[in-house]
């Protein structure tokens, strides 16, 4: 096995559970009958504005009564201290990583807390509510702006860095998600055909489970502590 310079973490909804934030797929599944691929497309969104609008400006408020957990922060911590390579790949929309400190991190599904204008394509942060339809700072068209969210059958963001990311990993890492959304699901082939090992980290083994070198089973809050602690401290 090769000395562990460069790392690269994917993220999924299982790290911001315990702070109260609902996974996709779970039986307490964020869509309440609604299946997640029917709500979250384009298509949607041009067929029922309201109700897509509605939905994530409710995420978005959300966010306002979640705090990082302790996964969350040992991930900062990681990022902090590691003197190698590091980079943090959620799926998530939610700011709980940055709001922990984290840093080298990227969103590839897009973020809760910007808004993406139709018009102009310009991305901006964005704090309150899409509902009524406010104007892009841009380009002044009023009504343009979506929630910043990689729909289903969108392309998500920063493929090229994240690819490249893979490539020189020495050790890729999954926390909690369910392996059933690509492209990220298939980042752990990526990263293992590039020589890197590979660790999966999740309450449940994941659809790519046997992709993995090795999977610790159980809540993010203990499992990433203790793995961040196991590479900090020896
Ligand atoms: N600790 C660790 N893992 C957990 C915890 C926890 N406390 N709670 C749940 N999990 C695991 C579940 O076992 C499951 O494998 O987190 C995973 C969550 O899976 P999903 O709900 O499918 O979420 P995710 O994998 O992030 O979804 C991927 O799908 O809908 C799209 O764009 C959306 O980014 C999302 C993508």
């Known amino acids: 096995m090769r000395d562990i310079s460069n790392i690269v973490i994917l993220t999924g909804a299982g790290v911001s559970a315990e702070s109260g934030l609902a996974t ?6 964020l869509w309440e009958g609604h299946r997640v691929e029917d709500i979250c497309t384009p298509q949607a969104l041009a067929r029922d504005p309201v109700l897509v609008q509605t939905f994530y400006d409710a995420r978005r408020a959300a966010l306002a009564t979640v705090e990082p957990n302790a996964a969350h922060r040992a ?8 003197t190698g390579d590091l980079l943090i790949v959620t799926q998530n929309v939610d700011d709980l990583h940055e709001r922990a400190g984290a840093v080298r991190m990227l969103h590839m599904h897009g973020e809760l807390k ?3 204008c139709r018009r102009c394509g310009g991305r901006a942060p964005w704090a309150t509510d899409l509902i009524d339809g406010p104007a892009c700072g841009a380009c002044g068209q009023a009504g343009g702006l979506r929630p910043d969210i990689v729909f289903f059958g969108e392309m998500p963001y920063q493929m090229e860095r994240i690819e490249a990311a893979l490539e020189d990993a020495d050790l890729f890492v999954s926390i909690g998600t369910s392996g059933a959304v690509y492209p990220a699901a298939g980042f752990v082939q990526t990263a293992r055909h590039y020589g890197a090992q590979t660790l999966e980290l999740n309450l449940d083994p994941s659809a790519g489970s046997h992709f993995f ?14 793995w961040v602690d196991e590479l900090l401290d020896g």
Request: net charge negative; charged share 25%.
């Open 213 to 226: 070198h090795e999977t610790r089973i159980g809540p993010a809050s203990q499992l990433v502590v203790e």
């Open 114 to 116: 910007s808004a993406l």
């Open 24 to 29: 996709f797929r779970g039986p307490d599944g």
């Open 75 to 82: 991930l900062a911590r990681l990022d902090a201290e590691w």
